[in-house]
């Protein structure tokens, strides 16, 4: 992979612009305040035009170095965050984190393997998904309008957490997660829960992969739901390049 820009500010100590052979978890380390309180990054794909999915996947908008900027951003992270609809659509399971990754994450305090927490008002998600047959159970964080029966079946499987009343409210959801040391979120989506987490100013990061494909007009893009107030303001902490895609790494402003 080569660095096409690098952080402007000059007290950071990147390598110069156009270098090789990027150092990715340099690249994509968590800021130091992200151990002590919740830092929310988001993690998309898409394409040239905005798409966040082809045929209801994101996987044919990813090539080989998305993958690796995926599963790095994964390994990284404390928590995996997703909204149900991403849960369902990607039939989602276990974050694989290798041996040596495993010994890495170890050495730096983080457990062996982040959980995956899915946010859902219905609770409609199926006890038996690939998602709850995992080393390390996931985290529900739902909301008291939930059906009750949804929310004991999932019991069974998963540490189910109400965080409000009708719609699962942002920012308790995090403290709950921060409240088992999961502040490093990495938010895999979808494109409903990243709007709301934008809109409520919970947003620190969005590291973004522009994919050289043309998806054609009737996709959703990254962010679905209410218009925002205004638009917030990134700046850009790098753009990196590998076979024709970019990878680009943003801050709030
Ligand atoms: N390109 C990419 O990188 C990428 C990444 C992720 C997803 N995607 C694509 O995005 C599509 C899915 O989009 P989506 O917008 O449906 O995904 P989503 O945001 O993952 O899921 C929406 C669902 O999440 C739950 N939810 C979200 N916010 C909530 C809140 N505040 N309170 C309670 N529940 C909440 C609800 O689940 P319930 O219905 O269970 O209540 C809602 O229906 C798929 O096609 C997927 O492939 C693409």
Same mark, same amino acid.
């Given at each position: ?71 790095? &951003? ?33 050495? #730096? ?5 982040? /959980? ?10 199926? *006890?038996? #998904? ?10 529900? +964080?739902?909301? #008291?309008?939930? /059906? ?5 079946? +999932? ?16 920012? /308790? ?5 921060? $409240? ?5 979120? &990495?938010? $895999? ?18 590291? +973004? ?17 209410? *218009?925002?107030?205004? *638009? ?6 790098? &753009? ?14």
């Amino acid at each position: 992979m080569r660095r096409l820009l690098t952080d402007p500010d000059p007290a950071s100590a990147e390598p110069p612009s156009g270098a090789p052979d990027v150092d990715l978890d340099e690249a994509y380390a968590y800021p130091a305040e992200a151990a002590r309180s919740s830092f929310v990054r988001s993690n998309f794909v898409c394409s040239a035009d905005g798409a966040a999915e082809v045929g209801g996947r994101s996987g044919p908008l990813g090539g080989p170095a998305d993958r690796r900027v995926f599963q790095l &951003l994964r390994w990284l992270s404390d928590v995996v965050l997703v909204g149900a609809g991403t849960a369902r659509h990607e039939n989602y399971g276990a974050v694989v984190v290798p041996a040596e990754r495993r010994e890495r994450r170890r050495a #730096a305090g983080l457990a062996e393997v982040p /959980p995956v927490a899915v946010v859902t008002a219905s609770a409609g998600l199926d *006890p038996a #998904a690939r998602l709850f047959a995992v080393e390390v159970r996931p985290i529900v +964080l739902t909301c #008291a309008a939930a /059906p009750p029966e949804r929310r004991a079946a +999932l019991s069974a499987v998963a540490d189910v957490v109400v965080c409000g009343e009708q719609t699962v409210e942002l920012v /308790p959801a995090l403290a709950a997660l921060a $409240e088992r040391g999961l502040t490093r979120v &990495l938010t $895999e989506g979808g494109p409903t829960l990243h709007a709301q987490l934008g809109a409520a100013g919970l947003l620190d990061e969005l590291c +973004l992969t522009v994919a050289p494909l043309l998806a054609g007009p009737g996709r959703i893009g990254i962010g679905q739901g209410q *218009p925002w107030a205004g *638009p917030v303001a990134m700046r850009l902490v790098h &753009l990196l390049t590998e076979d024709d895609s970019l990878f680009l790494r943003y801050r709030r402003a």
